[in-house]
């Protein structure tokens, strides 16, 4: 995985919405991109946070303080150990960053938990 | 910090390039957002890979192996140990993520070395 990596370029081949797909890795950490539509498995990661970070449409990440409402350019990071559950109605292209063991849907798998696939250097 | 974190909007409050600024956390790593415009000091981080991603502008990462070209929604990890000098003629809006302990100009010390500056939360 070398050279810059075009995130609307490789969003673009995604088929399938929330299974993210790995770009890049930073120390143990990968850095994913995913597009979101409908409503995902609420679930929380007891061993860490979760970045997300809203490249465009839009995104809600449902808490049980609130709901927090990303659009392009924002961001927030789930605090681990907290259910959150994504959801976009309208649909929304978005980077996930945690560490490379981590499972899309942490503690709850469902039929929506996904294998860790990483993209093909270019 | 809590709630969403718009990055532009934090952006729009930064005087100075090449001074980043702490937005979040992820586990022990920070997420900074940056004003970047000229040329930043080569360096190299010999304990971390640094991950670079451009919201606005075009940023040019020089390595000894060539020079990585970003623009908007483009990213690029640099790995650990990896000289690299950013440069950014026209300037650009960008995201890094590296462990919070991480000096901005690494193991080469410069007048634009930087304190870790955490954004107020909103």
Redesign the interface.
Known sequence: ?S??????RVLSTLQEPWLPRT?????D?D?RVVKTRGEFTPHSHPE????F?V?QGSLTIKLESGD???GP?????VP?GTQHQPVSADGAEV?L???STTINTGDTPSELTADRVVQNPH
């Open positions: 995985m050279g810059a990596i075009d995130l609307a770009v890049a890795t930073l120390n950490y850095v860490t946070d979760e970045f970070l490249l927090v409402e990303l350019d924002q961001m927030y990071v681990r980077v960053i945690e560490p």
